[in-house]
């Protein structure tokens, strides 16, 4: 397991976001513009049941994203890793989400019945 250093914490504090690839049935990288955060050592991200994200990672747990410092663009880090996909916590994840990057206190983008999912990013390697 890698650990997040303070240069790494501190893109990902900012309102940067990640670029998130998952893997297809057939091998083939799919990417997805994300939320980012960070708990100790490990990322998060979170997604919805049925979305190709949480498929993908359900059904392989290989995840890498990338996150540019909005500051500067020269300036990123990476993260590879294994992802663990769970509901518990996921609608005050998302909620914490929305304050970070929309100053609003609940997520204003719900469906109705939509199932949230909170992705744990463990990390295996981490590269600036």
């Given amino acids: 397991m890698a650990t997040l250093n303070e240069q790494t914490k501190e893109i990902i504090d900012k309102k940067g976001f990640a670029h998130v690839a998952t893997l297809m049935d057939d091998g083939s990288p799919q990417v997805t513009p994300v939320w980012v955060d960070y708990e100790g050592d ?14 993908n990672l359900s059904r392989d747990p290989r995840v890498a994203l990338s996150i540019t ?14 992802a663990v996909l769970t509901d518990d916590g996921a609608d005050e994840h998302i909620d914490s989400l929305a304050k970070k990057y929309l100053g609003k ?24």
Wanted: charge should be negative.
């Fill in 105 to 128: 206190d609940e997520y204003p983008f719900r469906q109705e019945g939509e199932v949230r999912l909170k992705v744990r990013i463990v990390p295996e390697t981490v590269s600036e």
């Fill in 42 to 55: 490990d990322v998060y991200i979170n997604t919805a049941e049925g979305r190709l994200k949480a498929k």
């Fill in 69 to 82: 410092d909005p500051d500067d663009p020269y300036r990123m880090v990476t993260v590879r890793g294994r």
